[in-house]
């Protein structure tokens, strides 16, 4: 049941990654005049998908706590990509929360290093997701509840064949 929950972060966690990165990237190309619609509503969207993706990765760290808490003595042999993930991730979130609590001076220049970190993350997020892919795909066999009937149970849920 734990593997389960873990995967089903996971795979919420991976999508909202790429929507609060898709609506960052919206929010930049608005300020250069390339998209030409309501920013606020850009704004709020990514604000919305950053929280969430906050919220859930707190879960996703909580199922991984060992890996953290053994990292100290067990630093060479650990990810360098899961690593820097883990720094960006903390630089991303602090300049996000410092942006949202304080947008009477939303005109600062705290925006360019969140803008950056953003887009660092994004890459080390897609990076981590393409390393750990062999590990979701199989784990994707899990039965929906635990009074599955047996003859459901191993089936794949995600591929529909035609």
Known sequence: MKKQRTFYIDLVLAAICLL???TGLIIHAAGHGIVQSNVKIWRVTHIVWGVLFLILSTGHIRAHRGWYKSLPERFRQRSKVTVCLSAVYLLTSATGLILILHRENAGTHLGVPHYQAGILFGILA??????????????????????????????????CKD
């Open 126 to 159: 897609i990076w981590h997701l393409c390393g750990r892919m062999k590990i979701l795909l199989t784990m994707r066999n899990f039965p929906l509840s635990a009074s599955h009937h047996k003859a459901e149970r191993g089936k794949n849920i995600f591929i």
């Open 20 to 22: 609060t990165l898709i």
